[in-house]
């Protein structure tokens, strides 16, 4: 499952880039991360730079004030995708030369970008943990001039995929156990399709239709045949027979273009009782799996599987727990957060050096204005308290000494150490985790009606 | 406005790449599209070819079957991104392997796609056009192998980028002609949110601050700080006088750090009445923007403008049509459609040749099965017919002869001839064409209520 978290050349674009571009979840070579940035980044650079406070040691954090409303617990992902990102976060002659054509900063900070490159550390929680509100998911320090222009990507790439993550965790619990197939490409961005395939597979799911993140991230792909094919064809007969042909018995037969039963009798008549499955994409699905199976097994065809796909989510999915399915198909709800298609993470500044002097302490520091758009200042530390069952009660967030009956229980790792990253692994450790941290919550926290956070955010 | 429309070497990444990656809404060259496309293209394609029928003429249309609930219109955008798509629509060495390596398709199959090409021709609306339920936005016609390989990488792009022009244009209304800026970035992919920030701008938003959209498409960008640049400094004074010292008193400040009054009398001392803009960026909109407003005048500072942001949708922006505000800037809800992240396009086979001769007829074609799945057979024409004072009354869409009497009001236009792109245009076009469409409809297609289709869909 890690070949492609590994650099790799066999499956990149032809070209002289040196830089590290691994996992990019693009299914190309990206140069560079750094014009995914809102321009107040740059206009802040230069503006610090001019004053003398750029060199300010700074704790930039990122937290999210509340859940979903209704979700239980939060899905981080996209982690592994933000350290590439910091690790090709750079500038060459082209960008300088937009940023410097469009006047977007001065020559002074222009010289300062051309030898950009991260030095700070960065620790977090890692991929496919659970989080509360108020966790402290990342948190970026360094001077103020070189962690403020990662404020964007971070959030792009956070908020995206942990949107999805989240999405396809319910999913999956939904599921229990039976396999889910990712097949949103359609719905969302070409390459927002990608990360989400990604996300989807560390929040549970098996399979994904997406050959560009099968060929980025090695998640399996699967896939046979949509009504078109059927159409193609002057009978449903002639569909099935090159598609047998063509794929063997074990492939999956689309038998709702017309009549299902009549197709599933075709079908078990061409491929025989080793027909691998039948997919079943309209119509009343609970039914129809139920009517499918017992004509199935009346056909001696007792191994071949059903397949669901039809705008399904959480709910749906849910619905057909007692119906004979083995495996859904799930696309537009997946890819858009099941109604939530982004997370409300933020990156603010939470502390920062007292004065120009580099060996300044760092203070803490907040927003106070009215407006519920308040934060906690101060660089934080986050542990998930146990109860005496081992089940998890209590996330605690505190900004002071790690009280130590909590230190074993520390969430943040580290992930960047002066600027070099510190923590790459599989997708699959990351996927690991999350199961693992969902078994660890109450039990209340996998119910999929809307609900409270499972777990309170203490404030040590 | 259409510099970047173009191809340009000057911003994109070196390397030997031949082919024409020209506005693909990317930062960065992109050799190929072929992988944004689900796996059962490809079995299909094999199956297909392997059957002696991937060469019958095909003909697909793009449509929905419905507006997002209570929408009174839909939104054309991404059709120029499509373009580019299928120019890039390619198979390298390591695209063919990655197929091979996989196991995704045969000998045979790997053979035809090295040498792929689309070689059909594509009709559609133009961009920036409304639609309704069953209007034909894209009609792909080729051989069937050619032509439904492209379905994935053509629906994620319009259903991505329609979704959020539609979006865009709710704001736009709601706006009343005051200036729009897309700062929605950090809540979507950031590959997604340059695509965002395109079919804004085609939507009827100003600015963008989204850099690498800047970059690729050339939309203005535009942005001056956030709260940490207050708090990185010991005092908002210090804050605004280091931001007035780099950026002139025409910047922005962001008054809402600790007290917003106190920060508007500390702008206005330090900048003069000359300060360009205050941005408020959280608490009651209405009530601080009539008091700044005020506070401002009785400053001198007359000409200073206020600038809201904070979790506005068209709604929040409609509510703020009597405050004395100038410019809105629009984050989460833009970039996620205002509650409909996609649309629900669909790419379907509806007409093919009746045999494998390649002088065969075109035979309409449909799914037939329950389940609301349904769609119309047969190759479409659309037009909007008028009433007798020139205000749109009816999407008519018909398969066989165009009536006279609407042959001059024809929506499709042609994109691809034989496989070459025959209609680039800038954005600006698109942007003007949706105005004029959108004025052209009935005066209820602005209500931001909810409501019916503004225009019903009539089959002739």
Not at 80 to 91: I, K
Not at 244 to 253: C, E, I, N, P, Q
Not at 415 to 429: K, N, S, W
Request: aromatic share 6%.
């Amino acid at each position: 499952m890690n070949a492609k978290n590994a650099p790799t050349t066999a499956h990149t674009a032809a070209g002289g880039n040196a830089m590290n571009t691994a996992d990019l979840g693009l299914p190309v070579d990206v140069p560079s991360t750094a014009l995914f940035t809102d321009r107040y980044e740059f206009t802040m650079l230069q503006a610090a730079l001019r004053g003398g406070t750029a060199g300010r040691r700074s704790v930039f954090e990122v937290f999210t004030r509340r859940l979903p409303e209704g979700r239980r617990y939060g899905v981080l992902a996209g982690t592994g995708r933000v350290l590439d990102a910091v690790e090709n976060f750079r500038f060459d002659s082209g960008i300088l030369g937009f940023l410097s054509d469009q006047r977007i900063v001065d020559e002074t900070t222009l010289n300062w970008l051309a030898d950009y490159r991260f030095s700070g550390d960065i620790h977090g929680y890692p991929e496919g943990e659970v989080y509360f509100p108020g966790s402290p998911l990342m948190r970026v320090e360094g001077t103020f001039g070189e962690a403020v222009l990662l404020e964007t990507v971070i959030l792009s790439i956070l908020n995206h995929d942990s949107a999805v993550a989240a999405a396809a965790s319910r999913m999956a619990v939904a599921a229990g156990g039976r396999p889910l197939i990712e097949m949103g490409a359609r719905r969302t961005h070409e390459l927002g399709a990608v990360a989400a395939a990604r996300a989807a597979y560390v929040g549970g799911f098996s399979t994904t239709s997406d050959l560009a993140a099968g060929f980025r991230y090695n998640i399996p792909t699967v896939g046979t045949s949509a009504h078109a094919f059927t159409l193609l064809h002057d009978s449903e007969r002639d569909a099935f027979t090159a598609q047998v042909a063509a794929l063997g018995s074990g492939t999956t037969l689309l038998v709702d273009t017309y009549d299902v039963a009549e197709a599933v009798r075709t079908a078990v008549e061409i491929a025989g009782p080793e027909l691998g499955a039948v997919r079943i994409d309209s119509g009343d699905l609970l039914l129809l799996a139920h009517r499918v199976r017992q004509q199935l097994d009346d056909l001696g065809a007792h191994q071949t599987k059903i397949v669901v796909t039809s705008d399904l989510d959480e709910y749906a999915i849910a619905s057909l727990a007692a119906a004979p399915v083995d495996a859904y198909g799930v696309g537009t709800q997946l890819v858009t957060g099941s109604g939530h298609p982004t997370c409300s993470m933020v990156y603010k500044l939470v502390a920062r050096a007292a004065s120009d002097d580099p060996s300044a302490p760092l203070v803490p520091v907040a927003k106070k204005s009215m407006g519920g758009k308040t934060s906690i200042g101060g660089r934080k530390w986050a542990a998930r308290r146990l109860d005496a069952e081992g089940v998890a009660e209590a996330e605690v967030v505190g900004s002071g000494p790690v009280p130590p009956e909590l230190a074993d229980r520390q969430l943040q790792v580290e992930l960047v150490r002066a600027g070099e990253v510190v923590a790459r692994e599989p997708l699959d450790a990351a996927r690991d985790r999350h199961t693992a941290a969902r078994a660890g919550l109450p039990l209340s926290a996998t119910q999929l009606s809307r609900g409270e956070p499972v777990l309170p955010t203490e404030y040590a």
